[in-house]
């Protein structure tokens, strides 16, 4: 008996299951919607609402910005006690995306360029781009800054910003409920039935 067992195992090992709800958690504040399984769908709307509440509860962009003016004033003025309540609310708000930042992290790997063949064993980097053709090395920059370009619109800062100061505002007044779920046709090959999960709008 699975008592006491929260969530689905998907058929994964702990760290890949992590990874590919964080992955889908990450897509769905970023299109707010995404098509997958119904399973996977269930585990991917309780890590969402649960970091939309904890948005919802941490001070928003407003208090910071008072907290912080506040705890200026109370520290040239001296008063302790001002300071460390400005302190708390700046506190909480950094804890709040400290939590966030666990799921929406991405962990993006710096591109190397791929090295010449017959360089020395182990070169530095620095001395085998030197040695490239002009030409060749002209492409390798110009890919690495497409690629900077690419991780710079999925970067978990993105994340972290478009959660607290787009998605959670839109259901400020809301008491839960911020996914829904519609199920589509089962999918062709095993069968599996297929939902979209999306940001209520309503």
Do not use: F, N, S
């Given at each position: 008996m699975r008592h006491r067992?929260?969530?689905r195992k998907l058929g994964l090992p702990s760290d890949q299951r992590l990874a590919l709800l964080r992955g889908q958690v990450r897509q769905l504040f970023a299109y707010k919607g995404i098509i997958t399984t119904?399973?996977?769908?269930?585990?991917?709307?309780?890590?969402?609402?649960?970091?939309?509440?904890?948005?919802?509860?941490s001070p928003t962009e407003e208090e910071i910005l008072a907290a912080r003016q506040a705890k200026q004033r109370a520290r040239e003025a001296q008063n302790a006690a001002a300071e460390a309540e400005a302190q708390q609310v700046l506190a909480r708000a950094v804890h709040a995306r400290t939590v966030a930042r666990r799921y929406l992290a991405t962990h993006t790997p710096a591109w190397i360029p791929r090295l010449p063949r017959g360089t020395d064993e182990n070169p530095s980097i620095g001395a085998a781009f030197n040695r490239l053709e002009p030409n060749r090395k002209a492409k390798i920059t110009e890919r690495a800054r497409m690629r900077a370009r690419i991780r710079s619109h999925q970067s978990s800062e993105d994340y972290i910003s478009r959660l607290f100061k787009e998605i959670a505002p839109r259901f400020r007044d809301r008491p839960g409920g911020y996914t829904r779920i519609f199920r589509l046709p089962f999918r062709r090959g095993d069968a599996s039935p297929m939902v979209k999960l999306e940001l209520s709008t309503e």
């Open positions: 067992k929260q969530g119904q399973c996977r769908a269930k585990e991917v709307r309780r890590i969402a609402e649960r970091l939309i509440t904890l948005a919802k509860k």
